[in-house]
Every structure is written in structure tokens, then in C-alpha cells.
């Protein structure tokens, strides 16, 4: 399926009756020419994320009912956690205690903007997966009409869910199974008409529903959700790997479902580091080489540093001179993105350490509880923090050398119950342990 992604062609209004794009695909020997028409009858909405931070006068990073929390849900929805960097908005889930909830994770609905009612709404986008981990891109005003353009289960990320709420009632819902949705990035739309609704999935129809349908204004929602032992995708467990993101390219609502009149090319290309190698030290000029291919042809490799573009190369090799010397020290994420002649998009990353001199030794420094505190019954908890210039791998907690626990993301925390201390004189221990295996430590000492 051709799936056009030129940001830059998007921006300009659509004020003319149709809007034709059209772009030459070479497949093999052959050519095939691929046009798609806008229909530019009515309001539309399109929303590239080019650009950072969020526009909060389209988005907010609340829920439709203006909450950060849904009930019987285990996130809570931190605005830290939704993000805008390489071309795509970025929605981070994490093992992270908020709020008195055991994860963190990202929303973003259109409250700020007029709700829309009959169109044609597509989104571009990587999914998060795993056990508990459940995206979605909705359309709802809590009360009368929802639809779900798509919700995936994190433990099955090759079917994706279509439903239609009215009045609180699910009335229609369907599946479809096809590749792993978190392999890579897919267009998931909906047309919702007067007389149906119809769920496309890489520009294919997938689910219909036809009958009678308001016109209630409903918001747009795209989410991540982490379940519980009692919700639809139960709760994380061991096999759950963390952090997770929904990588979302753009969203785009047309009051008429644009045509396309030749299906192509749907293969993404691959791209991977040829240097340096995850967790490498470079200094100077580095050269930096991506390797980069496609079954068509590649268009184009971006290299990111840290979210930021800091090239593009239209031709191999893709090798970029990276002068370390306006970086500070520590560690930092290459990110290289490819583009084929379809705009299809694929990327890869390392993380590497800029060294300009020799690295200062970690250190870390409990800040909670103070040295000689007395405890009583209850919880006791532990606050550290860390100082490092390369990617702390882990914290682990000792009490009386006996390890309690190991943590391998920030804020770095621990509370223990006060029963595992007996009564007299103990030490608290904590470690930190980096990715080139250098370590630190600090220990107090408590009494109960």
C-alpha cells in the first residue's frame, strides 16, 4: 500500500476542491505511478509533530474527562511522558510509582480544539507491546458515540480491535491479525459516514459497520493504557520489558476519505549502525555510518543526536563526521531514521559515551532516611541520587548486606517494610552500577 508521509507537502491549507500528489515508485523494472486525491470540501485537521514542544492549544495530555488517571487502570498519565523528537510524537511507558500508581505513561487528546463529527481520521504509527501494555487511537465524547479505530493487546501485537460504542453499548466489533504492529509503522484509519463506519488498516478495509450513525462531535485520543489483573489486557508481568513507546508519525482527519488509485510498495527499509557499536567511547571527529536498505530504493538517512537532526545523507555511504566536541560529556543516543521512495520509514539507535578527558568516577549519596534515623512499623523508604556521565545500568539496595532489591530506571526509590529490620542497629547500603561496569556505593546506618 502507498502511504504518503511528506510532512512538508501537508502543511499548506487545503483551499482547492482536490489536491492531487502523485509520485513515481519503481518496483523491479517497472514503474507505477501513484496519485492520491485530497478531497477539500470541509475542515481538516492534520497534525505532522515536526516540531517540539506539543502545540497545548490543539492537544492536551489529559484524559477526555480531564483527569490524569483512569479508573481500574494501573498509569498515570505523566505529561513528562509524551514527547515530541525525531518527527514523531512519543508516547513512554514505564515501571515508574506516580501518584500512588505503580506505572507512568502518555496521552494526548484534542480537548483544547472544536470536536469533530463525520470524516475520514488516519494516524501513522510503531506500537508499543508486551503483557499489560495496551495502545489505542479513539474517538469519543465520553457519553453517546465512541469509536475505536484501533486498540491492540500488548501480549497479541499482530490483532488489532475495531469497536463502535453508542450510548455506553458496544453495538459492533471485529478483528484483524496480520503482521507484528510493533515491528515497524502502519496506518491505521476510520471512515466515519452517515450510513457506516469502515476501519482500514494500511490503506485495506478491514471491518464495516453500516447503519444509521450520528453526528455527535466526538474528540480524538491516541494512549497508552497499563491493565490490571481485572482489565481487558490483564496486568505487566516478568515478560513485560519496559520502557515501552507508541511512536506516532502524524494524525490527519479529511472530511471525505482521500483515493488512492494504485497500490504499491508497503515494505519498510532496514536501517542498522555500522559505527560505532551500542555503548562505544568516541571522541574528536567521530565518523558515524549507518547501513541502509529497502526493496524499492532509499531515499534519504537522517542522523539524530539526542532527538536533535544533525544530518541527512541522499545517497551511500551514509557516514556522517560528528564532532563529539560540542557534546558534553557522558552518555548520548544516535538515532539514524530511513526513508524509502514511499516515504515508509524504519530507524535504529545506539547509545554511546563522549569522552573529552578522562570520565569522573560515579558517586552516589542516600538522601533518605538520614543517618541515624530511628524507624518504627510501617513502610521505610529510601531516596538516592546518582551522578554519573555515562547511562547508569542499575541501583541495588542492601540492608545488613542482604540485597532487597535492584532498580534499573529512575527516580531511583525503594521502600521496604520496617519488620524486615529486628529491633537494634542496621545499615543501609545502596550501589550503583553503570554501563561500563564502574560502580559506587554509600551506606547509612539506622536503628529500631
Known amino acids: 500500500m502507498f502511504t504518503f508521509t511528506n510532512k512538508r507537502l501537508l502543511k499548506p491549507k487545503f483551499s482547492v476542491v482536490a489536491l492531487v500528489i502523485f509520485c513515481l515508485l519503481f518496483v523491479g523494472v517497472g514503474t507505477y505511478l501513484v496519485f492520491r486525491t ?10 505532522e509533530f515536526s516540531t517540539s514542544p506539543l502545540n497545548l492549544s490543539r492537544w492536551s495530555v489529559r484524559t477526555p474527562w480531564n483527569t490524569q488517571y483512569t479508573l481500574n487502570e494501573a498509569q498515570w498519565y505523566d505529561p513528562a511522558n509524551t514527547t515530541i523528537a525525531n518527527g514523531n510524537l512519543n508516547i513512554r511507558t514505564e515501571k515508574r510509582t506516580t501518584n500512588g500508581f505503580n506505572y507512568a505513561s502518555g496521552i494526548v487528546t484534542s480537548l483544547p480544539t472544536p470536536k469533530f463529527s463525520y ?3 488516519e494516524m501513522n504509527a510503531k ?7 495496551w495502545p489505542a487511537f479513539w474517538l469519543t465524547n465520553d457519553s453517546t458515540l465512541e469509536i475505536d479505530v484501533f486498540e491492540v493487546l500488548g501480549h497479541d501485537p499482530n490483532t488489532v480491535h475495531m469497536t463502535l460504542h453508542k450510548n455506553r453499548s458496544q453495538v459492533y466489533t471485529n478483528t484483524f491479525t496480520g503482521p507484528d504492529f510493533s515491528a515497524g509503522y502502519h496506518t491505521f484509519a476510520v471512515d466515519w459516514q452517515p450510513t457506516y463506519v469502515r476501519w482500514y488498516i494500511d490503506g ?5 459497520y453500516i447503519a444509521a450513525i450520528p453526528p455527535d462531535s466526538l474528540y480524538i485520543v491516541a494512549n497508552t493504557t497499563v491493565g490490571t489483573t481485572s482489565s481487558w489486557s490483564g496486568a505487566p508481568d516478568a515478560t513485560t520489558v519496559f520502557p515501552q513507546y507508541y511512536n506516532i508519525d502524524y494524525i490527519r482527519r479529511f472530511d471525505q476519505k482521500p483515493t488512492t488509485t494504485i497500490v504499491a510498495d508497503t515494505v519498510p527499509p532496514t536501517v542498522s549502525f555500522a559505527a560505532p557499536t551500542n555503548g562505544a567511547t ?15 530504493s532509499v531515499s534519504k538517512v537522517e542522523l539524530y543526536v539526542d532527538g536533535a537532526l544533525k544530518g541527512t545523507k541522499t545517497a551511500a555511504p551514509y557516514t556522517y563526521p560528528l564532532d563529539t566536541t560540542t557534546l558534553v560529556a557522558g552518555n548520548h543516543t544516535l538515532l539514524a ?25 560515579p558517586t552516589i549519596q542516600i538522601l533518605s532516611p538520614a543517618n541515624g534515623t530511628v524507624i518504627s512499623n510501617g513502610k521505610v523508604g529510601i531516596t538516592v541520587k546518582v551522578v554519573d556521565q555515562v ?16 532498580q534499573t530506571y529512575s527516580p531511583y526509590s525503594y521502600y521496604f ?12 547500603r545502596a550501589v550503583l552500577t553503570d554501563i561500563q561496569g564502574r560502580t559506587a556505593s554509600n551506606q547509612i546506618t539506622i536503628s529500631r
Open 417 to 428: 517494610s520496617a519488620k524486615k529490620a529486628s529491633t537494634g542497629t542496621h545499615t543501609i
Open 337 to 361: 531514521k530511513a526513508y524509502d521512495s514511499s516515504s515508509l520509514t524504519s530507524d535504529s539507535q545506539v547509545s554511546v559515551i563522549v569522552s573529552t578527558g578522562p570520565l569522573a568516577l
Open 38 to 47: 485530497f478531497a477539500a470540501d470541509g475542515t481538516t485537521f492534520a497534525e
Open 391 to 406: 547511562q547508569v545500568k542499575s541501583v541495588a539496595y542492601y540492608l545488613d548486606n542482604v540485597l532487597m532489591a535492584t
Open 204 to 208: 485495506v478495509k478491514r471491518a464495516e
Open 282 to 296: 568516541i571522541t574528536g571527529t567521530a565518523n558515524v555510518t549507518a547501513n541502509a536498505a529497502d526493496n524499492v
Open 119 to 121: 470524516g475520514y481520521y
Open 127 to 133: 506500537l508499543p507491546k508486551g503483557k499489560g501494555i
